[in-house]
Every structure is written in C-alpha cells, then in structure tokens.
Nanobody, 123 residues
Framework: QVQLVESGGGLVQAGGSLRLSCAAS????????MGWFRQAPGKEREFVAA????????HYTDSVKGRFTISRDNAKNTVYLQMNSLKPEDTAIYYC????????????????WGQGTQVTVSS
C-alpha cells in the first residue's frame, strides 16, 4: 500500500501562485510514477500533470502548460505541483496519485490516491 497526503491548497487571487505537495509513505517512492489530477464541482476528474520515477520526464495537459510545473524529490518521498498564473478555471480539488513504474495520464490507471486538497482561485 502507498499512502498519499496532499497539502498546500488554499484561496488565491487570479494571477497568483500556489505550491502543492504530496507526501508518500508505505512503499519505495522511487518505484512509482506520480500524477496530479483535479476535479471541479459537477465535472469529471481530469489529468493535470505526471512525472516518471526519476523525475526526468514530465507530461501536462494543454491548459496548464507553461503555468504549472510538476517535480519530485525522491529523498523526501514527495511530489510537488508549482502552479503559477492561476486562473478561476483552475479552481478544483487537486489529487495526487501513484502508479507502479509506468506513467499514465488517465485516472483509472493509477493505483493509489490521496484525499485531495482544495484550490480556489478568485477573479
């Protein structure tokens, strides 16, 4: 089992920044590809970003490219999502997820999930 705990969400004005963290425990963190997803009210959970085990390869959904950066620190068992130039449409609950070895951009292929952290961007 992998336990994931997100933190760093909050209320921010449009144009502002937030840094989300996801702390992992339970298994060897570097064995797992990591992803960030988000879910807005009334909408399906959507892919935001993913990173491979070493941190050398990243993937983003088009709407966040150039604004969000995913990174990981395997020594600290933590994955991050730096979010800049935030927009009201970024408002959602943000979830981190872990999958053994393989990077995916679809939610159903991830094995472990955190409880989520709320991000609210005011206009």
């Amino acid at each position: 089992q992998v336990q994931l705990v997100e933190s760093g969400g909050g209320l921010v004005q449009a144009g502002g920044s937030l840094r989300l963290s996801c702390a992992a425990s339970g298994r060897t963190f570097s064995d797992y590809a990591m992803g960030w997803f988000r879910q807005a009210p009334g909408k399906e959970r959507e892919f935001v970003a993913a990173i491979n085990r070493s941190g050398g390869s990243t993937h983003y959904t088009d709407s966040v490219k150039g604004r969000f950066t995913i990174s990981r620190d395997n020594a600290k068992n933590t994955v991050y999502l730096q979010m800049n130039s935030l927009k009201p449409e970024d408002t959602a609950i943000y979830y981190c997820a872990a999958n053994y070895v393989v990077v995916h951009i679809t939610a159903r292929q991830y094995d472990y999930w955190g409880q989520g952290t709320q991000v609210t961007v005011s206009s």
